[in-house]
């Protein structure tokens, strides 16, 4: 919740900001600006905590509209509507035995009539199901995003325009899937490494989430009001793209003296990324 406060009051300062600027420009034909953008990344996640690790970084890509306002000569507001495609790739830094004291395991159930994982504390048929631990995961997230933010350029300065850009952009989880490495647990241990493909772990990813978005660019005029826009920023996440505590991953951590005690996994993951864009305003 005090995540969600600051977010909206972040957002209500910048639209009442730039309601402020527009009362001192007069609404003109071309202070409206409209365009397509792709934004291809490189995405990683940062996870806090011991449990979890980070274990590298993914390529994505996304795109969509961009709108823009000119509050002034050298400033803009910008917004707009996008799909994003974000994700990484995190280790679970299980316990070598499974019985060794102030261990931890991390572990869900697999059923196999739907191929796909079921809530941790939830019933489940032995027949058509089993215990797998996880080792490590790499997600694939889909989200809608609503960017908000300022543009400040400079003159013309040859045959471009150049700009730096700060905001925050506002996501909005549309689906999630991963793809796990995992063992099964058995009575005599862990078994061989597995791969599970395109396990839909939507529930267990955070319905919104924003970043700090920073950049620079340029624009160059091909002819009239048109331009071509390229530019390259870094997303710096703030609020976690996980539930706090998960609903399919179960925790087992023994104590001191080997003792298990089953919980809900906890789990905190920022989300991060450098963005190329590459677009046309019209």
Do not use: C
């Not at 600027?21 to 996870?47: C, H, M, Y």
């Not at 730096?164 to 058995?186: L, Y």
Request: glycine letters at 8%; hydrophobic letters at 40%; a positive charge.
């Amino acid at each position: 919740m005090k995540n969600m406060k600051k977010i909206l009051t972040i957002t209500a300062m910048v639209l009442v900001t730039g309601f402020v600027f527009a009362q001192d420009v007069p609404n003109e034909p071309g202070n409206f600006r409209f365009g397509l953008k792709i934004t291809p990344s490189i995405n990683w996640l940062k996870p806090d905590g011991n449990i979890i690790s980070a274990n590298g970084a993914s390529m994505k890509f996304g795109g969509g509209l961009i709108i823009e306002y000119r509050l002034a000569k050298v400033v803009s507001f910008q917004t707009g509507l996008q799909i994003d495609m974000s994700g990484g790739k995190v280790i679970y830094n299980n316990g070598v035995n499974l019985s060794t004291p102030n261990s931890n395991s991390v572990s869900y159930v697999y059923n196999t009539l739907d191929d796909n994982i079921q809530k941790y504390n939830a019933p489940h048929d032995s027949a058509s199901s089993a215990r797998y631990q996880l080792n490590s995961r790499s997600y694939n997230i889909n989200y809608i995003t609503i960017p908000l933010s300022f543009k400040l350029k400079t003159k013309e300065i040859g045959s471009l325009t150049y700009f730096g850009q700060f905001g925050v952009n506002n996501s909005f989880r549309w689906k999630a899937t991963a793809k796990d490495e995992v063992q099964k647990i058995t009575a005599s241990g862990l078994g061989i490494s597995e791969t599970k493909s395109k396990v839909d772990v939507t529930s267990d990813v955070s319905l919104y989430t924003a970043s700090l978005n920073i950049g620079l660019g340029a624009e160059m005029n091909l002819s009239g009001s048109t331009s071509l826009t390229f530019g390259i920023s870094y997303l710096s996440g703030f609020i976690n793209v996980v539930k706090n505590n998960s609903d399919y991953l179960e925790r087992k951590a023994n104590d001191a003296n080997g003792h298990p005690l089953f919980t809900a996994m906890p789990q905190q993951i920022k989300s991060n990324a450098i963005v190329l864009t590459v677009g046309v305003l019209f």
